[in-house]
């Protein structure tokens, strides 16, 4: 333990990383050894969604246990209020040494952490720089020193040697966040050729043609017709037909992803494997998660925003075997949310009134509480802003999704515009779990239909979102 009993807390991170890029979720285009053993010898849950899917406010709701509209970070341009009560002080408070290392992208100076180094912005692949507390700031953009390497070695080496150094007395919580698999997809040499002679097999949805739902989605600038050069690296290839010229897009975004999870993969292996051979790994909840999902030519998409399933979905898997039986599953409505208060219910630290999560740690130990919630709310606000998707806010259920479309019907200043009609899309994930059709408008699901809408109103409540 961390020198008085209490289990350390390692929360590792990954930016883009969808679970349906993960062997243990069942992934049909690449496998992840490193990553499922702490599905193998911890718990796997099925439902973690995030509540506002991108980068930014998803930190900001991860730190805090509140939504967007209560932390104040609605948009990937909001500055985190540093003065604001979060996880990481609150474990300062009871006792832990805390440390984050990689990936921040809250724009404000870390606060509530002894120690930090992170990387300025949504930082560099090759050659990162990285900012160490104790020494300038500046812009958040800008500064830090350079770390020659690749980015997933550097935060690890980096993480390895904090933990190596830290203070024994006590124990620690310790945000190892990668940057990976961020666009624009930058392998390292040591996995620059994988996947080179394979077809990675597409989606179901690929070709979606986004009928029988709302105009949202064929609004959506995210199709790998909008996949530009950045991305793909090289010229196409001349004389491609337009299906084999997405194709080819698809095939060189998709290897490049999967090659920088691999990178990931490597690492959290590293990781295990050092806790392991200094006898912590058994005394240190070990968590694994991604800061929201993303489509991997699902819907013929890559990014995340929408509410549909595969950028919903964040992957979460923990470890921790004095209390997790060791491949357990579970099924449960599980949020980013919760990550704050499940921290601190282990820390015996306090929580605040205003946080709006709970803890998962009954989940962890298959105690689900009666009164564990079954639904869940969401809301993304940044209308038309990179990739043209529309703000929205909605419901999910074990079995329906209920999707409110209200941007287009917002004027300039803000106000509602009652020319336009704002539009709702309702899935049966029972039926239809790829959300290709939208029943809202189907008289057999009237009554459903008006007792979701019910159920969001009281959603938008509780969570005190009044806008």
């Given at each position: 333990?961390?020198?008085d009993?209490?289990?350390?807390i390692l929360?590792?991170?990954?930016?883009?990383?969808a679970?349906h890029?993960?062997g243990?979720?069942?992934?049909?285009?690449?496998?992840?050894?490193?990553i499922?053993?702490i599905?193998?010898e911890?718990v796997r849950f099925?439902?973690c969604?995030c509540?506002n899917s991108?980068?930014?406010?998803?930190?900001?709701?991860?730190?805090t246990?509140?939504?967007?509209?209560?932390?104040?970070?609605?948009?990937?341009?909001?500055?985190?209020?540093?003065d604001q009560m979060?996880?990481g002080?609150l474990?300062?408070?009871?006792g832990?040494e805390?440390?984050?290392i990689?990936k921040w992208h809250?724009?404000?100076q870390?606060?509530?952490?002894?120690?930090?180094n992170?990387l300025p912005?949504q930082?560099?692949?090759h050659?990162?720089?990285?900012k160490?507390?104790?020494k300038t700031w500046?812009d958040?953009n800008m500064g830090?020193?350079?770390?020659e390497g690749?980015?997933?070695d550097v935060?690890?080496?980096?993480?390895l040697?904090w933990?190596e150094?830290?203070?024994?007395?006590?124990?620690f919580?310790l945000?190892?966040h990668?940057?990976?698999?961020h666009r624009?997809?930058?392998?390292d040499?040591?996995?620059s050729?994988m996947y080179?002679?394979?077809?990675?097999?597409?989606p179901?949805t690929?070709?979606?043609d986004?009928?029988?739902r709302?105009?949202a989605?064929?609004?959506?600038?995210m199709r790998?017709d909008d996949?530009?050069?950045a991305?793909?690296?090289v010229?196409?290839?001349e004389?491609?037909?337009?299906?084999e010229?997405?194709?080819?897009k698809?095939?060189?975004?998709i290897k490049d992803?999967?090659?920088?999870?691999?990178s990931i993969d490597?690492?959290v292996g590293?990781?295990l494997d050092?806790l392991n051979?200094?006898d912590l790994?058994?005394e240190t909840?070990?968590?694994y998660t991604?800061d929201q999902g993303?489509f991997?030519?699902?819907?013929?998409?890559?990014?995340k925003?929408f509410?549909?399933e595969?950028?919903l979905r964040m992957?979460?898997?923990?470890r921790y075997p004095t209390?997790?039986?060791?491949g357990?599953v579970?099924?449960?409505?599980a949020?980013?949310?919760?990550?704050a208060?499940?921290?601190?219910d282990y820390?015996?630290?306090r929580?605040?009134?205003d946080m709006q999560?709970?803890s998962l740690?009954?989940?962890?130990?298959?105690?689900?509480?009666?009164?564990w919630?079954d639904h869940?709310y969401?809301?993304y606000?940044?209308h038309?802003?990179?990739?043209?998707?529309?703000?929205?806010?909605?419901?999910?259920t074990?079995?329906?999704?209920?999707i409110?479309?209200y941007?287009?019907a917002?004027g300039a200043?803000g106000a509602?515009d009652?020319?336009k009609?704002?539009?709702?899309?309702?899935?049966?994930?029972?039926g239809?779990?790829?959300?290709?059709?939208s029943?809202?408008?189907?008289?057999?699901?009237?009554?459903?239909?008006?007792?979701?809408?019910g159920m969001?109103?009281?959603?938008?409540?509780?969570?005190?979102?009044t806008?």
């Amino acid at each position: 333990m961390g020198g008085d009993g209490r289990p350390n807390i390692l929360f590792i991170m990954s930016d883009d990383h969808a679970a349906h890029a993960i062997g243990c979720y069942g992934s049909r285009i690449n496998e992840t050894p490193n990553i499922d053993r702490i599905a193998r010898e911890g718990v796997r849950f099925d439902n973690c969604f995030c509540t506002n899917s991108i980068c930014t406010p998803s930190r900001a709701t991860i730190l805090t246990g509140k939504h967007s509209h209560l932390n104040g970070v609605f948009t990937l341009s909001s500055d985190f209020n540093r003065d604001q009560m979060h996880v990481g002080k609150l474990l300062q408070e009871a006792g832990y040494e805390t440390a984050v290392i990689g990936k921040w992208h809250l724009h404000t100076q870390p606060s509530g952490f002894d120690y930090y180094n992170v990387l300025p912005g949504q930082g560099s692949y090759h050659d990162p720089r990285i900012k160490e507390r104790g020494k300038t700031w500046e812009d958040h953009n800008m500064g830090g020193e350079v770390y020659e390497g690749y980015v997933t070695d550097v935060i690890t080496n980096l993480s390895l040697d904090w933990i190596e150094n830290r203070d024994e007395s006590r124990p620690f919580f310790l945000c190892l966040h990668h940057k990976a698999p961020h666009r624009h997809w930058l392998p390292d040499e040591e996995h620059s050729e994988m996947y080179e002679d394979v077809e990675i097999p597409r989606p179901p949805t690929f070709d979606d043609d986004y009928s029988n739902r709302s105009s949202a989605a064929s609004a959506a600038k995210m199709r790998m017709d909008d996949l530009n050069k950045a991305d793909y690296k090289v010229d196409p290839p001349e004389n491609l037909d337009a299906d084999e010229l997405r194709n080819w897009k698809y095939q060189r975004f998709i290897k490049d992803y999967l090659r920088c999870i691999a990178s990931i993969d490597d690492n959290v292996g590293r990781t295990l494997d050092y806790l392991n051979e200094t006898d912590l790994l058994d005394e240190t909840i070990v968590l694994y998660t991604s800061d929201q999902g993303f489509f991997l030519g699902d819907h013929g998409w890559f990014d995340k925003r929408f509410m549909y399933e595969e950028s919903l979905r964040m992957p979460f898997l923990v470890r921790y075997p004095t209390e997790i039986e060791a491949g357990s599953v579970n099924t449960d409505i599980a949020l980013n949310l919760d990550f704050a208060q499940t921290f601190l219910d282990y820390a015996g630290g306090r929580v605040p009134g205003d946080m709006q999560g709970a803890s998962l740690r009954p989940l962890f130990n298959a105690q689900t509480p009666a009164d564990w919630r079954d639904h869940m709310y969401y809301r993304y606000w940044m209308h038309l802003s990179h990739h043209h998707v529309y703000a929205h806010y909605g419901l999910r259920t074990s079995r329906y999704k209920l999707i409110y479309y209200y941007g287009e019907a917002l004027g300039a200043d803000g106000a509602v515009d009652e020319s336009k009609e704002p539009e709702w899309e309702l899935f049966d994930l029972e039926g239809d779990p790829r959300e290709m059709k939208s029943v809202y408008d189907d008289p057999e699901y009237g009554g459903t239909v008006e007792e979701l809408k019910g159920m969001l109103a009281g959603a938008k409540t509780e969570a005190g979102d009044t806008r």
